[in-house]
């Protein structure tokens, strides 16, 4: 194989062994060489890809967000109208994909890592406008001017189960929190009887 063909590969193994380092480690006080080794290759590798552990975090971060992101755009894509929208956001947020352990850590962490590295601060500020948009979207129709302050409200609920989740024990479970934030999307919309499916 060439090399210009497992640089990609190499580089994704070490992302995704960044992630599941971080999520068991719970906490970003991991070592490149710990990152390396799980990804099965040298820590002189890994720091000839990314030059340092911050970029490699940096790195793991954004694959995340790649990758919540396009579920997201996959699900909005297929709803109908602004009430399948809101629910789209909700399962996506929610999914296999984005809310299992090592991922949930990883969010966690880089949560830590945005108070003190500006580069991080600023990827969890896109993220952050980025579903506050979706969710005005989504609501607008629904409840006009009120769209902005039930956005971040719903917004600081779905960082909040996260929070809860990387604190738990259990493996998190996507449905009860699709219907505990939806819960709380119904009242503020005033459909007390509407949960997301």
């Known amino acids: 194989m060439r090399r210009t063909n497992v640089e990609p590969i190499r580089k994704a193994a070490l992302v995704n062994a960044a992630i599941s380092e971080i999520a068991q480690a719970g906490t970003l006080d991991v070592t490149v060489g710990?990152?390396?080794?799980?990804?099965?290759?040298?820590?002189?590798?890994?720091?000839?890809?990314f030059g340092s552990k911050?970029?490699?975090?940096?790195?793991?971060?954004?694959?995340?967000l790649t990758v919540y992101g396009a579920e997201v755009r996959g699900a909005l894509a297929l709803a109908r109208?602004?009430?399948?929208?809101?629910?789209?956001?909700?399962?996506?947020?929610?999914?296999?994909?984005?809310?299992?352990?090592d991922v949930v850590g990883a969010w966690l962490n880089f949560y830590v890592l945005a108070q003190t590295v500006p580069e991080a601060r600023r990827l969890l500020a896109v993220y952050q406008r980025r579903l506050r948009s979706n969710l005005v979207a989504a609501l607008r129709p629904l409840i006009g001017a009120e769209a902005g302050?039930?956005?971040?409200?719903?917004?600081?609920?779905?960082?909040g189960v996260y929070l809860r989740e990387a604190l738990g024990q259990r493996a998190p479970d996507g449905r009860s929190a699709v219907a505990l934030v939806g819960a709380v999307v119904a009242d503020a919309l005033g459909m007390q009887g509407h949960r997301p499916a």
């Open 149 to 159: 302050p039930v956005a971040d409200r719903i917004g600081a609920m779905i960082d």
């Open 34 to 49: 710990q990152i390396a080794r799980r990804a099965g290759m040298s820590a002189a590798l890994a720091h000839h890809y």
């Open 81 to 101: 109208g602004p009430r399948e929208r809101l629910d789209a956001i909700l399962h996506a947020s929610f999914s296999a994909t984005n809310f299992r352990r």
């Open 54 to 64: 911050e970029a490699l975090f940096l790195a793991a971060m954004r694959h995340v």
